[in-house]
C-alpha cells in the first residue's frame, strides 16, 4: 500500500509505501526522549497498569532538524485536533498510575 504526502514547494512528488504490518502501528502511553549535540532519541513505550517492568516498542533517532520539524508539525496538528474535537483533557498522571512523560537530558553520550 503506497501514500501520497503534500507535495513539496519545490514541485517534486514523494510516494511513501507503508506495509501492512507497519500500518497495524505500535501502541505507546510513555514517551522518553534524550538527546546529545547531533541527535534526538524518541523511546516510545507501552506501560501497563500494576506492572514493574514496561518495555520500548520502539525507538525513533532524528537530527535535531527533523526534531524541530516533528515538534511544529505535533503542534500543528494538536491545534487541528482540539479545533475539530475540543480541548485535549491531560488526566492527573498519579491518579492514572503512569508515570509522566519524560524528556530526559542524558548524562552521557550515546
Do not use: C, W
Not at 532519541?41 to 501497563?48: E, G, H, L, N, T
Not at 505535533?74 to 483533557?89: D, P
Amino acid at each position: 500500500m503506497a501514500d501520497d504526502i503534500e507535495q513539496p514547494e519545490d514541485g517534486t512528488h514523494l510516494n511513501i509505501e507503508l506495509s501492512e504490518a507497519m500500518a497495524e502501528g505500535t501502541y505507546s502511553n510513555l514517551a522518553v526522549i534524550t538527546h546529545n549535540p547531533t541527535e534526538f532519541v524518541v523511546d516510545f513505550i507501552q506501560v501497563v497498569p500494576n506492572m514493574p517492568k514496561a518495555r520500548v516498542k520502539s525507538r525513533i533517532i532524528l537530527s535535531p532538524q527533523h526534531a524541530k520539524r516533528l515538534q511544529r508539525a505535533l503542534t500543528e496538528n494538536v491545534g487541528k485536533y482540539e479545533q475539530q474535537f475540543g480541548s485535549i483533557r491531560e488526566p492527573d498522571q498519579q491518579r492514572v498510575g503512569f508515570p509522566a512523560m519524560s524528556f530526559n537530558v542524558p548524562t552521557g553520550e550515546a
